[in-house]
């Protein structure tokens, strides 16, 4: 059978039955994932590599608590969101989601000169208003936002209730709101 078509649950399966060498596959499938989340959520390039293999690391000692009844990829992003609030904690510091992937500074062939200084202006307002928000709120908004979760979804990666992940993300925008008013 080819590795393509193996699904998460038999690797998973295979590796808790002893055949780590398939850990390969899910840190092959799942690493660009993790890079990307981790890009969105704290934007430093330098802290993205070193986040990404410690996910993995905490991946290995997490599978056997995996419970198969949600996907695997949601269990991966709520150990990635984990593993960025604890390393964000360590450095005391809070480091800014800086969105360029988000908000590319490609010329629009529509937009003249002027128009386009004004777009990306809005658009650094924007990433440092993103990067203010409280990591809770931020977390919800980019899960929402950028990755097309649904609020369920982010509740089960944040751990926590549907409530308050739709409070999170009322409470994300409204914030955003003020802090781009001009």
């Keep these: 059978m080819q590795d ?10 295979a590796i808790l039955a002893g055949d780590t060498s398939k850990y390969a596959l899910l840190v092959e499938r799942y690493q660009q994932l993790v890079a990307n989340l981790t ?42 969101i984990n593993v960025v609030c604890k390393m964000m904690g360590k450095a005391k510091r809070i480091v800014s989601a800086d969105a360029d992937d988000l908000f590319p500074d490609q010329p629009s062939l529509d937009l003249n000169a002027q128009q386009q200084l004004i777009r990306n202006e809005q658009l650094d307002q924007l990433r440092t208003a993103i990067g203010n928000l409280k990591s809770e709120q931020r977390t ?16 089960n990666v944040m751990g926590c209730s549907l409530s308050k992940v739709e409070s999170l993300i009322f409470r994300a925008k ?3 709101a003020k802090l781009i008013q001009p």
């Design 39 to 80: 890009y969105k959520l704290c934007g430093n390039k330098l802290d993205v590599e070193e986040v990404t293999q410690q996910v993995f690391v905490e991946l290995y000692t997490a599978l056997p608590r995996f419970q198969f009844a949600s996907k695997l990829s949601s269990f991966i992003y709520r150990i990635t």
């Design 174 to 176: 409204k914030n955003l």
């Design 4 to 13: 393509e078509q193996v699904d998460d649950s038999q690797i998973v399966e």
């Design 140 to 155: 919800a908004l980019v899960l929402f936002t950028f990755e097309d979760f649904s609020y369920q979804d982010i509740a």
